[in-house]
């Protein structure tokens, strides 16, 4: 019998949360079902995706921010078809293929300042890249990170983590040490000891959509080399467009990392692949002779399918305007939800660049919304931006995610080949849900009910 993956899927497609329940992540589709997300899909194109009934879904999260220019970009399907029609004889390991020197070229033209590129297979193996090159370089071993930042979940990108509950259960974990978003002064005081490695920091942090404030990368930056530390920027969510610059620090003068760390978008929704860029001493300092030729290595980094659909993304990214699109729609976006803030109050603000945004939500001022509100906290910190999620899927189709856990903030990832009519979508549907919101009553409230039972009892 030979494998036929499209009757797999006729034939066993329809038990795909049996499967997940029995053999993968037991808690995967009980919490898919208590937010009413069990649904099930069948295609996907672009910004949207299809359920078995031929409704249309709008998406807002493009898988975490992997689906960058969409699902199944004509252009990188047909680069895949074409290199594996190729037959090339990939990861021999004992010669050099072109395709990563080539994928190293396109994306460093796009990175000032830095040199030489590590090929890896996630975000997370970009992080933890960086910081190993990081505490070689220096000699130094701790990192330092912000309070609510995101790297990863592998123990190195672990130790910057700054979620206890991601961390809980797991140490012990590397040396490291966190301080609050943009405290400068609390980076001196860590530098002094005079054992850190770097300061690793996301420009725009996923957790709340927090920017780091204006100012602090580049004087950041000074004082980390005053020191003879590196500055680490993970670029993983922000890089390759999403907020409106090739990458998010770029919109600061003067910032020149001595590391950074992209992946998410580079893999074109298809291959998993990531990339570390560095300044060429720090390469040479950890590939220093042919006996440390292997010293750091991925066992699938720089093969052809991954490489090519980094090539074809970045193609893409120029042809088609990709940034340019970012910025365009972000503020377009942005400016539409900007103009609510005032209109609602339970709508504390809007911020973000290009299109990565964060919509929070805070204490209103009318008395029954108020007491609402006071029994939701009560509960959960975090309930009411679950509440907007909701019907934004069930009655709009739109799909979107909490930023964070405890967080009153949503956050807008979408592909960055959305335009006008999926920003008056977006626009539409949220201010329906608002509008029923501060009503009092409805699904947003109803569904709110459910959310405060299910928190009490998990107590």
Same mark, same amino acid.
């Given at each position: 019998?030979?494998?036929?993956?499209?009757?797999?899927?006729?034939?066993?497609?329809?038990?795909?949360?049996?499967?997940?329940?029995?053999?993968?992540?037991?808690?995967?589709?009980?919490?898919?079902?208590?937010?009413?997300?069990?649904?099930?899909?069948?295609?996907?194109?672009?910004?949207?995706?299809?359920?078995?009934?031929?409704?249309?879904?709008?998406?807002?999260?493009?898988?975490?921010?992997?689906?960058?220019?969409?699902?199944?970009?004509?252009?990188?399907?047909?680069?895949?078809?074409?290199?594996?029609?190729?037959?090339?004889?990939?990861?021999?390991?004992?010669?050099?293929?072109?395709?990563?020197?080539?994928?190293?070229?396109?994306?460093?033209?796009?990175? *000032?300042?830095?040199?030489?590129?590590?090929?890896?297979?996630?975000?997370?193996?970009?992080?933890?890249?960086?910081?190993?090159?990081?505490?070689?370089?220096?000699?130094? *071993?701790?990192?330092?990170?912000?309070?609510?930042?995101?790297?990863?979940?592998?123990?190195?990108?672990?130790?910057?983590?700054?979620?206890?509950?991601?961390?809980?259960?797991?140490?012990?974990?590397?040396?490291?040490?966190?301080?609050?978003?943009?405290?400068?002064?609390?980076?001196?005081?860590?530098?002094?000891?005079?054992?850190?490695?770097?300061?690793?920091?996301?420009?725009?942090?996923?957790?709340?959509?927090?920017?780091?404030?204006?100012?602090?990368?580049?004087?950041?930056?000074?004082?980390?080399?005053?020191?003879?530390?590196?500055?680490?920027?993970?670029?993983?969510?922000?890089?390759?467009?999403?907020?409106?610059?090739?990458?998010?620090?770029?919109?600061?003068?003067?910032?020149?990392?001595?590391?950074?760390?992209?992946?998410?978008?580079?893999?074109?929704?298809?291959?998993?692949?990531?990339?570390?860029?560095?300044?060429?001493?720090?390469?040479?300092?950890?590939?220093?002779?042919?006996?440390?030729?292997?010293?750091?290595?991925?066992?699938?980094?720089?093969?052809?399918?991954?490489?090519?659909?980094?090539?074809?993304?970045?193609?893409?990214?120029?042809?088609?305007?990709?940034?340019?699109?970012?910025?365009?729609?972000?503020?377009?976006?942005?400016?539409?939800?900007?103009?609510?803030?005032?209109?609602?109050?339970?709508?504390?603000?809007?911020?973000?660049?290009?299109?990565?945004?964060?919509?929070?939500?805070?204490?209103?001022?009318?008395?029954?919304?108020?007491?609402?509100?006071?029994?939701?906290?009560?509960?959960?910190?975090?309930?009411?931006?679950?509440?907007?999620?909701?019907?934004?899927?069930?009655?709009?189709?739109?799909?979107?995610?909490?930023?964070?856990?405890?967080?009153?903030?949503?956050?807008?990832?979408?592909?960055?080949?959305?335009?006008?009519?999926?920003?008056?979508?977006?626009?539409?549907?949220?201010?329906?849900?608002?509008?029923?919101?501060?009503?009092?009553?409805?699904?947003?409230?109803?569904?709110?009910?459910?959310?405060?039972?299910?928190?009490?009892?998990?107590?």
């Amino acid at each position: 019998m030979t494998f036929d993956i499209n009757r797999l899927l006729k034939e066993r497609g329809g038990e795909r949360y049996e499967l997940q329940e029995k053999y993968v992540n037991p808690q995967l589709r009980k919490m898919l079902h208590t937010i009413g997300f069990d649904k099930t899909y069948v295609r996907g194109e672009g910004a949207y995706f299809w359920d078995e009934q031929g409704d249309d879904y709008l998406d807002m999260l493009a898988g975490f921010g992997v689906q960058g220019l969409g699902r199944h970009h004509p252009v990188v399907r047909q680069a895949l078809h074409d290199v594996l029609d190729a037959q090339l004889p990939d990861l021999t390991r004992f010669d050099s293929s072109p395709l990563p020197g080539l994928l190293a070229e396109k994306l460093l033209a796009h990175s *000032p300042h830095l040199d030489r590129v590590f090929f890896g297979n996630s975000g997370t193996e970009a992080v933890e890249t960086a910081v190993k090159f990081a505490r070689y370089a220096t000699g130094k *071993p701790r990192v330092v990170y912000f309070d609510h930042a995101f790297h990863g979940l592998t123990t190195g990108a672990l130790s910057v983590n700054g979620e206890d509950g991601f961390r809980k259960g797991f140490a012990p974990l590397l040396p490291d040490t966190s301080i609050a978003v943009g405290d400068l002064e609390a980076l001196r005081r860590e530098l002094k000891r005079g054992d850190v490695a770097g300061l690793i920091v996301e420009p725009i942090q996923g957790k709340g959509v927090t920017p780091t404030p204006p100012g602090f990368l580049r004087a950041a930056q000074e004082l980390l080399h005053q020191h003879k530390a590196l500055l680490i920027l993970d670029e993983v969510q922000t890089g390759l467009g999403r907020t409106g610059d090739f990458y998010a620090y770029q919109h600061e003068e003067g910032v020149q990392p001595d590391l950074i760390a992209v992946a998410k978008m580079l893999s074109g929704g298809y291959i998993p692949v990531s990339a570390t860029l560095g300044k060429d001493w720090i390469f040479r300092s950890v590939y220093s002779s042919m006996d440390r030729v292997l010293v750091h290595s991925a066992s699938f980094g720089s093969n052809a399918q991954a490489m090519t659909a980094g090539l074809a993304v970045l193609q893409v990214m120029e042809d088609e305007g990709i940034v340019e699109n970012a910025r365009k729609t972000g503020d377009l976006l942005r400016g539409r939800l900007e103009a609510l803030v005032d209109r609602y109050e339970l709508l504390a603000d809007v911020r973000g660049r290009g299109l990565m945004i964060g919509i929070e939500f805070g204490r209103p001022k009318g008395l029954k919304l108020r007491s609402q509100w006071a029994m939701l906290q009560a509960a959960r910190k975090g309930l009411f931006a679950q509440m907007v999620v909701v019907p934004l899927f069930q009655k709009h189709r739109i799909l979107t995610q909490v930023s964070g856990d405890h967080l009153e903030v949503i956050k807008l990832i979408p592909p960055l080949v959305i335009g006008e009519p999926e920003v008056d979508r977006f626009v539409t549907a949220f201010e329906d849900v608002m509008d029923a919101a501060h009503s009092g009553s409805g699904l947003v409230w109803d569904f709110g009910k459910t959310l405060i039972k299910q928190a009490v009892a998990n107590r």
